[in-house]
């Protein structure tokens, strides 16, 4: 099972017409790929590139990603952050770390990078800075706990940004707790007064929110 819910020619032809990513990013795919159990986790060129244009275009000098796996999203938004930029990741997979950490000492945006291990909820209670975007990409169960403990982070104006959000179009008919979780999330988002959004039918859906004010 992949995670295209659009046909592989058109989600080829979308990926053949964008930006290429680094060489470095792409030898992180192959190597992930090789030496990881469950590769598919990485969100790849079409999410990175987006996750890159998103902090790029937004000026974001802060970012907080929850979900790290081997490093692709966050070298991706890290690329377009500033020098002075920091993205703050939090992963539970002490082997996912070792391997991103191979990558982050090659990049030039690697600096940038600073990985917490640990429970993501136990490590956003101890987070004492705000963030300009929030990138939530772990496990889908708690997906609306992870938007809850983080909105108050979120600088007014700041991004969340959300992958997975159509889980492969469970969401239409949720059927356990992961799917429902995702559904409630997207459900509060859309509902909300003080947050603004945009639902991409990229890959597996990405949920781009906008914090309009504080909560
Ligand atoms: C879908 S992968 C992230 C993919 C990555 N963002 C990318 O684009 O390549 C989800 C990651 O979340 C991590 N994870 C799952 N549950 C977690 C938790 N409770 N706290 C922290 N990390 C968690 C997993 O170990 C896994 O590496």
Redesign the pocket.
């Known amino acids: 099972m992949n995670n295209y819910l659009v046909k592989p020619d058109i989600e080829r032809y979308c990926s053949d017409m964008t930006s290429e990513e680094p060489e470095l990013l792409k030898e992180l795919i192959e190597t992930?790929n090789r030496e990881m159990d469950?590769p598919?986790?990485?969100?790849?060129k079409q999410?990175?590139r987006t996750?890159k244009l998103l902090t790029a275009i937004s000026q974001a000098r802060t970012v907080l990603?929850?979900?790290?796996?081997?490093?692709?999203?966050?070298l991706?938004m890290a690329e377009g952050l500033p020098e002075d930029g920091k993205v703050v990741c939090?992963?539970?997979?002490p082997r996912?770390i070792e391997f991103a950490k191979r990558f982050f000492d090659r990049s030039p945006h690697g600096k940038k990078i600073e990985v917490h291990f640990?429970?993501?909820?136990?490590?956003i209670a101890t987070l004492k800075q705000s963030f300009d975007i929030v990138?939530i990409?772990?496990?889908k169960r708690?997906y609306f706990n992870y938007l809850k403990a983080t909105l108050p982070l979120v600088n007014d104006g700041g991004l969340i940004i959300i992958?997975?959000a159509l889980w492969q179009g469970q969401v239409i008919d949720p059927q356990d707790d992961k799917d429902r979780a995702i559904d409630d999330m997207n459900r509060f988002i859309h509902e909300s007064d003080t947050l603004e959004n945009c639902f991409l039918s990229v890959r597996d859906g990405l949920n781009v929110v906008r914090k309009l004010s504080s909560i």
């Open positions: 992930t469950y598919i986790k990485l969100s790849g999410v990175g996750l990603e929850i979900g790290m796996f081997t490093g692709y999203s966050a991706s939090c992963e539970s997979n996912a640990g429970q993501a909820l136990n490590t990138f990409d772990a496990d708690n992958d997975n």
